[in-house]
């Protein structure tokens, strides 16, 4: 997991994350405190309304309250009378009902509702409330949830009862904590974004320091990482620019070292191959036991001139040879060098590009196309074809040949020095041609891909910017 996020995201999740927790336990601590406020807040306004309407109901059964008489008189104050033919459900209909959605009341043996079953009552709440104990409690009455409320009255025995809506509170909570959900995602999200900016400035030595390996890494070795004056990156800067100087300087001395080893070379190799020819010329006048030796040794003196010959060129691009632009019409340097490589007719230049022009390197695009050629007359079957066509980044060059294609496997070191579509080393080839191909491409600020051939056999597609 952690190697498959960037340091940028894990910075991000980072920052997300503290801003999350954050969020819900300030969340969580806020849902608390105000939802028990307001719970409280309910129970003890449900529990004053009904004490009231307890006593306007007392006072409706029993009238005032007697004074009591001298202790000479009545040793004790009499207990309250009820009234005569008193009306318990009219007086439950009189009392005022500020919020309660029902009233009852146990009195003498028998239950008075105005409005309500006392049935739904719970029974050990009635009984604890006929024992002189106050209760609440909350229950769901008829799908409603509602706070029931219950107050002794006089005579021992009797009760009032009241039940309260709690669909208000309950929608003012729900309504509190989808409130504190949405503000702990935005928190979270704040969070992300803070930790996007924050990674974003953070990491900006680190992306230019990316981008400047990369180019060393393409063969720019001359890109140097401007930020040796930094404070904290100062000391990665000046190693780094280090590091890419004595590369640049090793990489010039083996080019130079490999240049002057192959301008030796040719000198005796022409001599070689001038004598080989001549040997080739009397093959017929040769013992027949000494002509396959002789094949097999003008085979190797050819694939050593192509050695030499791709060495020089690789090491003229490694010593810094700058070449020299000119504008080349693309379809006319494509068709000959194609055509004279492949010696025959394989080009094929569409209308729209005939025109088109270039500021190349002429040396260097005809051996783009010549090695892309031979690559395919010699390796894949032959070349079955090399068309010109406007697209891309201006015009698109395919050269497609009739091998087996490349491996899928092998697409990514084609382009590399040595590297071969066969791992086996077969074939005449020594595996810098496509190496060429795809450093002059570069140097014309093109591109170069290898696929597959929809008909069969592989296609290599060159893209160069077209004036």
Known sequence: MRGRVSLRGRVMLAYGLLALGFAVVL?????????????????????VETADNAAALHYGIFGPSRPCRPVRETPECSGPAPARDVDIAGLLSTLPSTDSAASMVFYDGTWYSATGRPADLPADLVAAVRADRPASRRMEVSGQQVLAVGVPLSPPGAAYFEWHPMTALDDTLRT?????????????LLGLAVGRLASTVALRPLAKLTDVASEVARGQLDARLQAEDDRDLGGLARSFNQTAANLQRRVAADARFA???????????????????????HR???????????DLLGDDLDRFRRLVVDLLEISRDDGGDQGSREIVRIADLV????????GRQVTTVEPEAEQLTLQADKRRLERVVANLVENAEDHAGGCKGVTVTAGGLGVVITVDDSGPGIPDEHLDRIFERFGRADPTGGGRGVGLGLAIVARHVQWHQGTIQAGKRPEGGARFTVELPAT
């Open 176 to 188: 509190v904590k989808l409130t504190l959900v949405v503000a702990a995602i935005m928190t979270a």
């Open 335 to 342: 068709r000959a060098a194609a055509d004279a490589t492949a």
């Open 284 to 294: 017929d006048e040769l013992p027949a036991v000494v002509r396959e030796p002789v």
């Open 259 to 281: 240049g002057d080893v192959s301008h030796e070379l040719r000198t005796p190799l022409m001599t070689m191959l001038n004598s080989m020819q001549l040997i080739q010329n």
């Open 27 to 47: 969340a969580v601590v806020s849902w608390n405190v105000v939802s028990s406020h307001l719970i409280d807040q309910r129970i003890s306004s449900a529990e």
